[in-house]
């Protein structure tokens, strides 16, 4: 079966970095549209960012845009976000999700999910 396993949350202070991982089994990450979703204590899941799986192009929410990095390694079946110039309002539980064909940007759109990372962003 599908797992997505999320790894690299953790306590960082503003301006720092992070990189999240998410190691793909029973699905190979170049063949599907992999997400990135975060959700902050009392708030919707929200879309961060994208790569599609046959150009692979990215995709932004325009609030990390220029700070977050999507990337993928074939070999290692594993998609990354490296996140830099954190702010507080980053803190939240990372997601990375998996489907087929487009990239959309709608939670609901996306059947494959891992267990989550904590981040922490403090000033």
């Known amino acids: 079966q599908v797992q997505l396993v999320e790894s690299g949350g953790g306590w960082v202070q503003v301006g720092g970095s992070l990189r999240l991982s998410c190691a793909a089994s029973?699905?190979?990450?170049?063949?599907?549209?992999m997400g990135w979703f975060r959700q902050a204590p009392g708030k919707e899941r929200e879309f961060v960012a994208g790569?599609?799986?046959?150009?692979?192009?990215?995709y932004y929410a325009e609030s990390v845009k220029g700070r977050f990095t999507v990337s993928r390694d074939n070999a290692k079946n594993t998609v990354y976000l490296q996140m830099n110039s954190l702010k507080p309002e980053d803190t939240a539980v990372y997601y990375c999700?998996?489907?087929?064909?487009?990239?959309?940007?709608?939670?609901?759109?996306?059947?494959?999910w891992g267990q989550g990372t904590q981040v922490v962003v403090s000033s």
């Open positions: 999700a998996a489907k087929r064909n487009q990239l959309l940007v709608q939670s609901t759109d996306y059947p494959y």
């Open positions: 029973g699905l190979t990450v170049s063949s599907r549209t």
């Open positions: 790569i599609r799986w046959s150009d692979p192009s990215t």
